[in-house]
């Protein structure tokens, strides 16, 4: 608004100067003529400035030496400038003006699919644009989040990510490989979820609970195996911080989402997983699948019979929460605008229905309150991963 302002300011000024006359001198032989006068009241202003060139033009000094076609530079120049400042404004204003890529970083069928579709179609519904869902999964969810972290910031590439985008950057370090994006390349516009992950296992297995899921894992050192969402992902490190305090070794078998490693389970390609509630909810009511444990720091609403693991004596808790990001850079209008509009989609009706649907509770955090837990949650995750070390 202020800089639409100052283009109506400055139009007005250019108007009144193209009033004042015709053709006639330019500025060099104008300011090469008032120096061999050694008259410096009649010298242009060397400052370049917009506003110091507003001034000279329409001062008594101005009125004296410039004739009709420095007149016309003047105000040719003063519109032009004016125009430049006001673009910007206008586009944010008018934003968005087209569709919108709200990239999730791993396949359909995991937490954060099943967080971004609802709340895409939110989105579009409050900005007046499609929010077009794009899965780039790969790495961990690191393909898609670098892709984003690198993409022009002009608020139509966004993305939906996990805890996991805490995870990667400091995995790449421990590993020895060039970093796919690093945390400062993104901002955050919103929090939407946060769930503790969950043990499950087939509802055939042999384990119904978590102690006996403990028992035989210490007899069987590398025996049990867990399906992931790829090294050092949302479902890899909670498994890794439960299994270190409970003294048990288990078999890593990562995917390339949360999506194919349930499906895994299901098809019996793996005995077990940690994932969000979201994700096996609807297999647990469907008897196929049984959750023996969260990483919470209290029992889960939606799973009240089910014990923490700090309830059973394992210091291990993990948050796989989901926000959004842009990349960084982005004018902070268009920030404010997709804030909005978050914060509309966290109360929005059809949204509040889908994350009831698979039992997900809304938390809901803007942008400088995400800030500050990100920056808390990015240190602890990171002193997890340098436990972790680098895999083989």
């Known amino acids: 608004m202020a800089a639409a302002r100052k283009y109506l300011a400055l139009s007005v000024i250019a108007s009144g100067i193209l009033n004042r006359g015709a053709m006639g001198d330019n500025t060099e032989t104008l300011q090469k003529r008032a120096h061999n006068r050694g008259d410096r009241r009649h010298r242009l202003p060397s400052d370049c400035s ?3 060139s507003v001034r000279y033009c329409v001062s008594d000094q101005g009125k004296g030496v410039m004739k009709p076609r420095h007149l016309l530079y003047c105000a040719l120049g003063i519109a032009a400038a004016a125009t430049a400042l006001a673009a910007p404004a206008w586009s944010q204003d008018s934003y968005p003006s087209k569709p919108i890529a709200l990239v999730v970083p791993f396949p359909p069928g995991g937490v954060a699919d099943i967080v971004a579709r609802p709340a895409a179609d939110a989105m579009s519904r409050f900005l007046k644009q499609p ?14 989040m670098g892709y984003v972290a690198k993409a022009k910031p002009d608020g139509y590439t966004l993305l939906l990510a996990l805890s996991s985008i805490s995870i990667l950057p400091e995995a790449d370090k421990v590993i020895g490989r060039p970093p796919l994006y690093q945390l400062d390349q993104l901002v955050p516009i919103a929090r939407l979820t946060a769930d503790p992950t969950v043990l499950a296992v087939r509802a055939d297995s042999p384990w119904k609970t978590l102690q006996e899921f403990v028992a035989d894992a210490r007899r069987r050192p590398g025996a049990i195996t867990y399906g992931s969402s790829g090294n050092y992902g949302t479902m890899h490190m909670p498994m890794e911080m439960f299994a270190d305090v409970a003294g048990i070794k288990l078999l890593h078998v990562p995917y390339t989402g949360g999506g194919p490693a349930v499906v895994a389970l299901l098809g019996g390609n793996v005995d077990a997983i940690s994932s969000g509630p979201s994700t096996v909810i609807q297999h647990v009511k469907a008897g196929k699948l049984r959750v023996l444990a969260s990483w919470g720091d209290k029992r889960l609403a939606s799973l009240p019979d089910i014990p ?8 291990a808790v993990f948050f796989q929460w989901s926000a959004l990001f842009a990349p960084a850079g982005t004018p902070e209008p268009i920030l404010a605008k ?6 509309a989609v966290a109360a929005d009706s059809r949204f509040v229905a889908a994350m009831a649907t698979v039992e ?8 400088p309150e995400l800030q500050r837990f990100w920056d808390a949650d990015a240190k ?5 991963v340098r436990r972790v070390g680098k895999l083989e």
Do not use: H, M, W
Request: proline share 5%; hydrophobic share 45%; net charge negative.
């Open 338 to 343: 997709l804030r909005e509009a978050a914060r």
């Open 131 to 144: 929010v077009i869902i794009e899965n780039k999964p790969g790495a961990g969810g690191g393909i898609g």
């Open 360 to 367: 997900t509770p809304i938390q809901y955090l803007d942008a």
């Open 308 to 315: 923490t693991l700090s309830e059973a004596g394992f210091d």
């Open 380 to 384: 602890k995750l990171a002193d997890a």
């Open 50 to 52: 917009i506003y110091a």
